[in-house]
Nanobody, 113 residues
Framework: QAQLVESGGGLVQAGGSLRLSCVASGSSFSISVMGWYRQAPGKQRELVAVTGVRSSTSYADSVKGRFIISRDNDKNTVYLQMNSLKPEDSAVYYC???????WGQGTQVTVSS
């Protein structure tokens, strides 16, 4: 079973930026659809961004124009560049191998106003 390890979360002021990284173990990364989800306290987990096998991308309306998902298949890594952060972006962010339904442990992002 693949292991996903996220990093890059933290505390940032509104308007700031963070870049999340997710490193996947195993040899199937390049043929997996990868996604970033987030879950705020008391809310359901929501899909934030997806990158396909050929690096196509899709975003939730709430983050379009602010977040960028990318992948480096040579490094088995998927990134989430988050710009113009808002307090409502605060959540635990999870990386997912959507093809195989694997999840990382999550990384906390807190945006102060």
């Amino acid at each position: 079973q693949a292991q996903l390890v996220e990093s890059g979360g933290g505390l940032v002021q509104a308007g700031g930026s963070l870049r999340l990284s997710c490193v996947a173990s195993g040899s199937s990364f390049s043929i997996s659809v990868m996604g970033w989800y987030r879950q705020a306290p008391g809310k359901q987990r929501e899909l934030v961004a997806v990158t396909g096998v050929r690096s196509s991308t899709s975003y939730a309306d709430s983050v379009k124009g602010r977040f960028i998902i990318s992948r480096d298949n040579d490094k088995n890594t998927v990134y989430l560049q988050m710009n113009s952060l808002k307090p409502e972006d605060s959540a635990v962010y999870y990386c997912s191998d959507m093809t195989r339904s694997y999840w990382g442990q999550g990384t906390q992002v807190t945006v102060s106003s």
